[in-house]
């Protein structure tokens, strides 16, 4: 009878393992036959301008010109204002990284080679991971100093001060953004696919 019963499980356990691979099967295909359609129905948008693109090249040469800025840390519970200082640029995420955080392993399964991360223009490798940053807080004498902060930090590209808890702007920005024409609600001139 034990045999009887230990034969019977082994061969839904077989029954089992062959249903549930061609089930699996069954439902990537029609994925990705769902995609196809969707492929063919609603194409992807094509564009001869990102103002996005364009936005973040800005940004980009703006913080590597060093601009006067002006960060404000709050209470991540309460969002009270704890501290703020001039400041240099933009914070830094503290686990931004100067090397690359990925290896390059070779996978004897896997043909070929496996995909590194690349730096970003600014040639570091950016945060994905946390909210404790670096300040660069500029003194009354004009020296700067690393402040790190793991509370939240916003950096504004102008003067502000505290006016009864709350930030009120306090001056001329020192990074101002060239908005293109094509990005203001114009749709651009259409493209032929690629």
């Given at each position: 009878?034990?045999?009887?019963i230990?034969?019977?499980?082994?061969?839904?356990?077989?029954?089992a393992?062959?249903?549930?691979?061609?089930?699996?099967?069954?439902d990537?295909?029609?994925?990705?036959?769902?995609?196809?359609?969707?492929?063919?129905?609603?194409?992807?948008?094509?564009?001869?301008?990102?103002?996005?693109?364009?936005?973040?090249?800005?940004?980009?040469?703006?913080?590597?010109?060093?601009?006067?800025?002006h960060?404000?840390?709050?209470?991540?519970?309460?969002?009270?204002?704890?501290?703020?200082?001039?400041?240099?640029?933009?914070?830094?995420?503290?686990?931004?990284?100067?090397?690359?955080?990925?290896?390059?392993?070779?996978?004897?399964?896997?043909?070929?080679?496996?995909?590194?991360?690349?730096?970003?223009?600014?040639?570091?490798?950016?945060?994905?991971?946390?909210?404790?940053?670096?300040?660069?807080?500029?003194?009354?004498?004009?020296?700067?100093?690393?402040?790190?902060?793991?509370?939240?930090?916003?950096?504004?590209?102008?003067?502000?001060?505290?006016?009864?808890?709350?930030?009120?702007?306090?001056?001329?920005?020192?990074?101002?953004?060239?908005?293109?024409?094509?990005?203001?609600?114009?749709?651009?001139?259409?493209?032929?696919?690629?």
């Open positions: 009878m034990k045999k009887a230990a034969i019977l499980a082994a061969v839904a356990a077989i029954a393992c062959s249903v549930s691979p061609n089930t699996e099967r069954e990537t295909q029609r994925v990705q036959d769902q995609q196809a359609h969707y492929a063919k129905v609603q194409p992807i948008p094509y564009f001869d301008f990102s103002m996005d693109r364009d936005t973040l090249i800005q940004i980009y040469k703006a913080k590597n010109e060093a601009r006067q800025t960060s404000v840390v709050t209470s991540q519970g309460t969002g009270a204002v704890l501290w703020e200082c001039p400041s240099i640029g933009f914070p830094i995420p503290v686990d931004t990284q100067l090397t690359n955080p990925v290896q390059m392993i070779r996978d004897p399964w896997v043909s070929g080679s496996q995909v590194v991360e690349q730096p970003e223009p600014n040639g570091l490798f950016s945060s994905k991971n946390t909210d404790a940053t670096y300040v660069q807080c500029v003194a009354p004498d004009g020296t700067v100093s690393p402040v790190y902060t793991e509370q939240k930090v916003t950096t504004f590209p102008f003067p502000v001060k505290i006016v009864d808890g709350q930030i009120v702007r306090d001056g001329e920005a020192s990074i101002t953004l060239d908005i293109k024409s094509g990005s203001e609600g114009v749709a651009p001139a259409a493209s032929p696919a690629p």
